[in-house]
């Protein structure tokens, strides 16, 4: 099975950026659908953020668009989400996943208000 690593969270003030990488264990490539998403705390659900196929193709949840992109490097076997414009909402913790193994342990991002 894939294992992921999340990493890049931390607290920043509301407006600043963060870059969020997701390591897998082995070989992305032949992995069509990898997703982003996040947890708020308190809550159980995780939200779906953003996604992407091995096509490029991208979506995103509507407050994630047009601040938040998602993109993928095949050869070094790593999903990004790079996240601008970061509002207190967006406090949570965050996970890659993609379906093929067990989730990995997040990593927070905080945004106070």
């Known amino acids: 099975q894939v294992q992921f690593v999340e990493s890049g969270g931390g607290l920043v003030q509301p407006g600043e950026s963060l870059r969020l990488s997701c390591a897998a264990s082995e070989s992305i490539s032949s992995i069509n659908f990898m997703g982003w998403f996040r947890q708020v705390p308190g809550k159980e659900e995780r939200e779906l953020v953003a996604s992407i196929t091995g096509g490029g193709s991208t979506r995103y949840t509507a407050s994630a668009k047009g601040r938040f992109t998602i993109s993928r490097d095949n050869a070094k076997n790593t999903l990004y989400l790079q996240m601008n414009s970061l509002v207190p909402e967006d406090t949570a913790d965050y996970y890659c996943?993609?379906?093929?193994?067990?989730w990995g342990h997040g990593t927070q991002d905080t945004v106070p208000s």
């Open positions: 996943d993609a379906g093929v193994g067990p």
